[in-house]
């Protein structure tokens, strides 16, 4: 089956492995890696029974299946292997950030093995801490084992990114960073929590550009015109604080499947040069002036003296 949800404490399980050795020619394997908050161990917080699953099992309003939403996870091998990476993710903040570097380790060991025996590189899809897991991942990786990554609302650290990107496999990758003013107050609780006020997260992107990495601001009105431009209509920002827009706003995990699936349908330079590079300030959302009408003066008319 083309779908396979895995923990981190697990062994690779062997059909995982022969299905990816017998995949045809270019037919992908995405990896994809939750955040903070989840326990494969309680079913209340299940990532396979979430996000990972086909039809999750339990109805929230950031139910939303990316396997299903990636084009994948049916019968047919055409069309890709799908992989669940779960973790435990679930506790206090600073305890979790740490605990995402065994994660990480996992992980890295999960994707060299599936690039090995399939020949090709994985791409690797990850929101909030689970960024974090698969940044991390690169410092453990060689060269060429990962091919796109997808980023959701990262919780991670411009100096972390920056020492991952510069690793062979990070140098290797490109990355395609979507962030969001929606997602400010988290960034800064991430800042003030773990960074303690001396470090600042990959939602105002990296502190230098690099050729592999790109920032997707989705909230921008000129990055949605643009993406519905190039043939990737997506809805409308209407919230000034969520962290999970990045995922369940309509219209984007038709972009992030065409990035994952099919890259040289949108190369990283093309996006780069039709995408708006620069971010809005951070809270230019969350106290933005509500949109009014614009003020209409009744029509005066004044006679002949």
Request: with cysteine; hydrophobic share 40%; glycine share 8%.
């Given at each position: 089956?083309?779908?396979?949800?895995?923990?981190?404490?697990?062994?690779?399980?062997?059909?995982?492995?022969?299905?990816?050795?017998?995949?045809?020619?270019?037919?992908?394997?995405?990896?994809?890696?939750?955040?903070?908050?989840?326990s494969p161990t309680d079913p209340r917080r299940d990532p396979h029974a979430h996000i990972f699953a086909l039809e999750p099992s339990y109805d929230l309003n950031t139910a939303l299946s990316w396997p299903r939403a990636l084009g994948l996870g049916g019968q047919n091998p055409v069309e890709g292997i799908a992989v669940g990476f779960g973790w435990e993710s679930s506790g206090?903040?600073?305890?979790?950030?740490?605990?995402?570097?065994?994660a990480a380790q996992r992980l890295a060991r999960l994707t060299t093995r599936l690039a090995l025996v399939s020949g090709r590189p994985v791409?690797?899809?990850?929101?909030?801490?689970?960024?974090?897991?698969?940044?991390?991942?690169?410092?453990?990786?060689?060269?060429?084992?990962?091919?796109?990554?997808?980023?959701?609302?990262?919780?991670?650290?411009?100096?972390?990114?920056?020492?991952?990107?510069?690793?062979?496999?990070?140098?290797?990758?490109?990355?395609l960073n979507v962030t969001t003013r929606e997602n400010?107050?988290?960034?800064?609780?991430?800042?003030?929590?773990?960074?303690?006020?001396?470090?600042?997260?990959?939602?105002?992107?990296?502190?230098?550009?690099?050729?592999?990495?790109?920032?997707?601001?989705?909230?921008?009105?000129?990055?949605i015109a643009t993406l519905c431009n190039i043939g990737y209509p997506v809805g409308v920002a209407d919230r000034r604080v969520s962290h999970f827009s990045c995922y369940m706003r309509e219209g984007l995990f038709d972009l992030y499947r065409t990035v994952l699936r099919a890259p040289d349908r949108l190369p990283l330079p093309y996006l780069a040069q039709a995408l708006p590079q620069a971010q809005a300030p951070r809270w230019s959302r969350l106290f933005a002036r509500p949109r009014t009408a614009p003020l209409r003066l009744p029509f005066v008319h004044h006679s002949a003296d």
């Amino acid at each position: 089956m083309p779908l396979f949800n895995i923990n981190a404490c697990e062994d690779i399980p062997p059909d995982l492995l022969a299905q990816a050795k017998a995949l045809p020619e270019g037919a992908p394997i995405v990896v994809m890696v939750h955040g903070y908050g989840y326990s494969p161990t309680d079913p209340r917080r299940d990532p396979h029974a979430h996000i990972f699953a086909l039809e999750p099992s339990y109805d929230l309003n950031t139910a939303l299946s990316w396997p299903r939403a990636l084009g994948l996870g049916g019968q047919n091998p055409v069309e890709g292997i799908a992989v669940g990476f779960g973790w435990e993710s679930s506790g206090r903040l600073a305890r979790i950030y740490d605990m995402a570097e065994i994660a990480a380790q996992r992980l890295a060991r999960l994707t060299t093995r599936l690039a090995l025996v399939s020949g090709r590189p994985v791409g690797i899809i990850a929101h909030s801490m689970g960024c974090r897991v698969a940044l991390r991942a690169l410092r453990h990786l060689h060269e060429g084992r990962v091919s796109r990554m997808v980023l959701l609302a990262a919780a991670e650290f411009q100096s972390r990114a920056e020492e991952a990107m510069t690793s062979p496999a990070g140098r290797a990758c490109e990355i395609l960073n979507v962030t969001t003013r929606e997602n400010d107050i988290f960034d800064l609780l991430m800042e003030l929590g773990v960074g303690r006020g001396r470090e600042r997260c990959i939602g105002n992107g990296l502190t230098r550009p690099l050729r592999n990495w790109l920032d997707l601001q989705i909230d921008a009105p000129e990055v949605i015109a643009t993406l519905c431009n190039i043939g990737y209509p997506v809805g409308v920002a209407d919230r000034r604080v969520s962290h999970f827009s990045c995922y369940m706003r309509e219209g984007l995990f038709d972009l992030y499947r065409t990035v994952l699936r099919a890259p040289d349908r949108l190369p990283l330079p093309y996006l780069a040069q039709a995408l708006p590079q620069a971010q809005a300030p951070r809270w230019s959302r969350l106290f933005a002036r509500p949109r009014t009408a614009p003020l209409r003066l009744p029509f005066v008319h004044h006679s002949a003296d």
